[in-house]
T-cell receptor
Framework: QKEVEQNSGPLSVPEGAIASLNCTYSDRVSQSFFWYRQYSGKSPELIMS????GDKEDGRFTAQLNKASQYVSLLIRDSQPSDSATYLCAVNRPGTGGFKTIFGAGTRLFVKA | GAVVSQHPSRVICKSGTSVKIECRSLDFQATTMFWYRQFPKQSLMLMATSNEGSKATYEQGVEKDKFLINHASLTLSTLTVTSAHPEDSSFYIC??????????FGPGTRLTVL
């Protein structure tokens, strides 16, 4: 079992719709949870971080965390073609120097105009 | 804030040569810097974690003598790929953290070994 699992997709949604991305993790000592967006050929860009159970909203993005179920999700409202990218779920757990980040394989999102 | 630069952005070298990649945190002091490698259509794989003034901690399967990491200051880390071979061709990305939690990524270096 991978430490961080995501559906590889592609997930295709029409412009203006809600895109729902999901992630599960296996290590219960995981402390912090992140969603990164990565465009092809570029490095990841942090879009959301969440540390406690519940929802966290930032603009069109909402992250949801359920530690009991070891589940993290990202909702993108009013999806735009510019949101088309690979979304990486990442989880921090204790490691050398403070923490270690484990990345999922990513979910490819296509937003159709 | 939280800007990380990486240089060069792209490098092509001959097999057997060494390549140095620089990673700088421009507007903050990084307690920890990370080096990742990403092959096409795959996710980021952590290569090593480094703290200023101490030896880097390498992930299992990463050769420390081949991938030399120097963390000279709180704003600069370098990765040297020694005796590069075509299988080392990849996208190398550094990141820097200032608070043992969030990390910010550099733009990446695409290495092609001929």
């Amino acid at each position: 079992q991978k430490e961080v699992e995501q559906n590889s997709g592609p997930l295709s949604v029409p412009e203006g719709a809600i895109a729902s991305l999901n992630c599960t993790y296996s290590d219960r000592v995981s402390q912090s949870f992140f969603w990164y967006r990565q465009y092809s050929g570029k490095s990841p860009e942090l879009i959301m971080s969440i540390y406690s159970n519940g929802d966290k909203e930032d603009g069109r993005f909402t992250a949801q965390l359920n530690k009991a179920s070891q589940y993290v999700s990202l909702l993108i409202r009013d999806s735009q073609p510019s949101d088309s990218a690979t979304y990486l779920c990442a989880v921090n757990r204790p490691g050398t120097g403070g923490f270690k980040t484990i990345f999922g394989a990513g979910t490819r999102l296509f937003v159709k105009a | 804030g939280a800007v990380v630069s990486q240089h060069p952005s792209r490098v092509i070298c001959k097999s057997g040569t060494s390549v140095k990649i620089e990673c700088r945190s421009l507007d903050f002091q990084a307690t920890t810097m990370f080096w990742y490698r990403q092959f096409p259509k795959q996710s980021l794989m952590l290569m090593a974690t480094s703290n200023e003034g101490s030896k880097a901690t390498y992930e299992q399967g990463v050769e420390k003598d081949k991938f030399l990491i120097n963390h000279a200051s709180l704003t600069l880390s370098t990765l040297t790929v020694t005796s590069a071979h075509p299988e080392d061709s990849s996208f190398y990305i550094c990141s820097a953290s200032r608070n043992y939690n969030e990390q910010f990524f550099g733009p990446g270096t695409r290495l092609t070994v001929l």
